[in-house]
């Protein structure tokens, strides 16, 4: 369901070629980047790159950096990464930079399987010479921390449900969300992380039937900060992850301004597994499309690439 395919007739001399031409005229072609590399998928571009080193023995990333300025360049290098060093190289920023930024470990941890968590760590470990895990726990902390260490384990159980366990976790849930001592925060986070996703649809049904109240309202009301954020989130992308990135977009393009960082990242990164379902359930929600969103918002060569990433239908502009 992403709206990135592999394209078809692909040659990647062909391509490396081009790409060299529009990074290394007199002026930069723009145009010719976006077309070839939002028009390939990820494994397609690392075979570009490979065709390119051997042509020009330059790295492509280093000359997109250099050729490139502010957000286009960004988008345009986030493509250039593998899934999982892509996922590496954005919380390694949102853990070193100036600021801790805890949104972009919420989106990452809180939406990714339990192989692509694997993937992800061993690429930051390649990377950056450094644990994960070490990381989250020195530039985080309290119950955020210890519910982001859980997910960064990626033990989550998978395909397993349990109906006769459901009513009794459901049962400490609705006790942490009364209670809140640090014990029960820990239990609450305990389950949300490993407990497979088939057994928590069931809690939250139980969970309903028990407090008569929806598991996010009950949440929302009962803790706050980032501690707060991190589980609704874990809760939605249990529930539709589509539909938690579609939330996520719209507040991004909608309630600060536009917070470019958070679009080229989900943009890029859902690019190929369900970017063609987010575009629908924003359009659901939202009442316009996430194409007329984005156009509203960005412009330039960057508008561009966004849009060609989206993708959009005739009734989308």
């Given at each position: 369901?992403?709206?990135?395919?592999?394209?078809?007739?692909?040659?990647?001399?062909?391509?490396?070629?081009?790409?060299?031409?529009?990074?290394?005229?007199?002026?930069?072609?723009?145009?010719?980047?976006?077309?070839?590399?939002?028009?390939?998928?990820?494994?397609?571009?690392?075979?570009?790159?490979?065709?390119?080193?051997?042509?020009?023995?330059?790295?492509?990333?280093?000359?997109?950096?250099?050729?490139?300025?502010?957000?286009?360049?960004?988008?345009?290098?986030?493509?250039?990464?593998?899934?999982?060093?892509y996922?590496?190289?954005?919380?390694?920023?949102?853990?070193?930079?100036?600021?801790?930024?805890?949104?972009?470990?919420?989106?990452?941890?809180?939406?990714?399987?339990?192989?692509?968590?694997?993937?992800?760590?061993e690429a930051y470990l390649m990377?950056?010479?450094?644990?994960?895990?070490?990381?989250?726990?020195?530039?985080?902390?309290?119950?955020?921390?210890?519910?982001?260490?859980?997910?960064?384990?990626?033990?989550?159980?998978?395909?397993?449900a349990d109906p006769s366990t459901a009513a009794q976790d459901a049962m400490i849930l609705w006790e942490a969300c009364q209670r809140k001592t640090g014990e029960h925060k820990n239990m609450l986070q305990m389950i949300l992380c490993n407990r497979s996703h088939q057994q928590l649809w069931m809690v939250f049904q139980e969970f309903q039937n028990i407090s008569g109240q929806d598991i996010v309202d009950a949440i929302n009301e009962c803790y706050d900060g980032y501690f707060q954020e991190l589980l609704v989130a874990i809760v939605?992308?249990?529930r539709d992850k589509p539909s938690y990135f579609a939330y996520r977009l719209y507040n991004a393009i909608h309630d600060f301004g536009f917070h470019n960082k958070t679009v080229i990242r989900i943009l890029i990164a859902r690019s190929e597994i369900d970017l063609m379902n987010i575009r629908q359930r924003y359009k659901e929600r939202y009442g316009k499309s996430l194409f007329h969103d984005i156009k509203h918002f960005a412009s330039g060569h960057y508008e561009s690439a966004l849009l060609a990433i989206c993708a959009g239908d005739t009734e989308d502009y």
């Open positions: 369901q992403g709206t990135i395919l592999p394209a078809p007739n692909f040659n990647p001399i062909v391509d490396a070629q081009l790409l060299g031409g529009a990074l290394q005229g007199i002026s930069c072609e723009k145009d010719v980047l976006i077309e070839i590399l939002t028009q390939r998928c990820n494994s397609q571009r690392l075979m570009i790159a490979e065709a390119y080193r051997d042509m020009y023995g330059r790295d492509l990333i280093t000359d997109l950096k250099e050729n490139l300025s502010h957000h286009f360049k960004e988008v345009m290098v986030g493509l250039m990464y593998p899934p999982a060093s996922d590496a190289h954005e919380l390694w920023h949102a853990l070193k930079g100036v600021d801790t930024e805890e949104k972009c470990l919420i989106d990452i941890l809180a939406s990714r399987s339990n192989m692509e968590i694997f993937q992800m760590k990377q950056y010479n450094t644990d994960l895990q070490q990381d989250i726990d020195s530039e985080t902390s309290g119950h955020f921390r210890d519910t982001l260490m859980n997910l960064a384990q990626g033990t989550r159980m998978e395909g397993y939605l992308c249990i």
